[in-house]
């Protein structure tokens, strides 16, 4: 028997639900991600109505900070939430670009005919951060563990000291190079000589944007209220430049005329996000109308322990220039082809920093009135393997109110020098 042609399908992005998204240590401090995770898939599974065997082909989900009763994270919110537990899931993990990772693993297998429909998604809690073994107490348990006598068991366990209860606390910090997310963003802006003023200008508008846009109910259908919260905490309606302005640097410290602040770098979030993927016959047999089509998505990585880091070229967020510079190439497209661009704002500074990146390889400016027109992660937050599925839910809920055919790009800068891109379209 001679192979069938396999045949690309469209995937429709339907819908999304998420929960609010909570500084960390606030509300959703005894939260953990499963039970934020399933809150959200609640939310989407009530609005579409999914509870019935089959109606999702799969679950894709994860989160950066795990514990190891997360270790099978995705199928346990399953079996907790009003899915079917029949459905099958399983982790993904790609640091910040987590979120988008999944709704790609999710869309790949849609459009190759392998499932009619799937949920992907992330949940993270800086909260509720895993605490480790203090590494020598642990090779001491091992080594008495290991013992093969009562005695050697006492021997072992004698070697522990006070200094080895201190646990391992997890560090905001890349281990090639020990320096903060926010101190490398520090020296790409410096590279690319963004200002203090631009940075303030930039997370102000992210938060009256985002006011205006819970204000319009766009998020009407797509945030579910969690212990209390309605809308995100992070959120600020009255920020301003000129507010922002009096806030003092805690990145960049070391070099003369800081520019970033907490006022213009996300805070530590908890939250949840999840978005309901499909072919258009899946569509079209359960009566929904898609927001959207995911079309296009690419993932970069650069060098920034031994490439161009100072000249800004390889700054640890700088992938997404690369990503996002590759896939429009291969889809024949430059940034003027594009009706809104979702930049996820890790920082003021790294948003403009992959502006100025973009605009350097000839991929054109972003006018900046389709730039995060709904606010975004300074407003939000960010919840690390949450954010991509809010942004992809976010994006194609925007497009779907536009009356004529419109296209969206979304850039997600990630830890380890990693990129996501990828283009939502609605015909």
């Known amino acids: 028997m001679s192979p069938q042609k396999m045949s690309v399908r ?25 039970q934020m995770l399933t809150a959200a898939l609640d939310g989407l599974v009530q609005r579409y109505v999914l ?21 099978n994270l995705a199928r346990e919110t399953v079996l907790g939430s009003r899915l079917h537990p029949a459905t099958p899931a399983y982790d993904i993990q790609q640091a910040c670009g987590t979120g988008l990772q999944a709704v790609i693993a999710a869309a790949n297998k849609i459009a190759l005919g392998q499932t009619e429909s799937a ?27 290991r013992a093969k006598s009562p005695g050697g068991r006492v021997k072992a366990l004698a070697k522990v000291r006070p200094g080895h209860l201190v646990p391992d606390i997890p ?32 997370a102000a508008t992210s938060h009256q944007r985002l006011a205006a846009a819970y204000e319009r109910g766009l998020f009407q259908d797509l945030v579910v209220p969690f212990r209390g919260l309605a809308r995100d905490q992070n959120l ?18 070391d070099h003369p005329d800081p520019t970033m602040t907490a006022g213009n770098s996300t805070p530590l979030t908890d939250g949840a996000a999840t978005v309901l993927l499909a072919s258009e016959e899946w569509a079209r047999e359960r009566g929904v109308e898609p927001l959207a089509y995911l079309t296009a998505y690419e993932t970069a990585a650069v060098d920034f322990v031994g490439g161009d880091v100072v000249g800004g070229e390889d700054g640890l967020l700088m992938a997404p220039a ?15 082809d594009f009706d809104l661009v979702e930049i996820h704002e890790a920082f003021a500074s790294q948003v403009l920093a992959t502006l100025a990146a973009w605009e350097k390889r000839g991929l054109g400016t972003v006018d900046r ?25 976010t994006l194609a809920k925007l497009l779907a109110e536009r009356d004529a055919p419109a296209r969206g790009l979304i850039s997600i800068c990630a830890a380890g020098g990693q990129g996501v891109t990828a283009i939502l379209e609605r015909a």
């Open 119 to 145: 949920v992907a998604g992330g949940a993270d809690t800086a909260s509720d951060a895993p605490l480790g073994v203090n590494d020598s107490l642990r090779r001491i348990l091992l080594q008495a563990r």
């Open 51 to 71: 509870q019935e065997p089959g109606a999702v082909g799969e679950f894709v989900a994860g989160a950066v900070l795990k514990h190891s009763r997360d270790f």
């Open 322 to 336: 690369y990503a996002a510079a590759r896939m429009l190439e291969r889809a024949g497209l430059g940034l003027a």
């Open 10 to 34: 469209r995937v429709a992005v339907v819908g999304g639900a998420r929960i609010p998204f909570a500084r960390s240590d606030g509300p959703y401090a005894t939260a953990s991600n499963q």
């Open 236 to 253: 600020r309606p009255g920020s301003t430049a000129e507010k922002l302005a009096s806030l003092k640097p805690v990145f960049g410290l």
């Open 171 to 202: 560090r905001n910090a890349e281990p090639r190079t020990g320096l903060s997310m926010g101190e490398h963003a520090a020296v790409t802006a410096r590279a690319w000589g963004i200002g203090r003023k631009a940075q303030d200008e930039l």
């Open 369 to 393: 009135a389709r730039l995060n027109v709904a606010g975004s992660s300074l407003a939000t937050g960010h919840p690390f393997a949450a954010t991509g599925a809010r942004i992809v839910a």
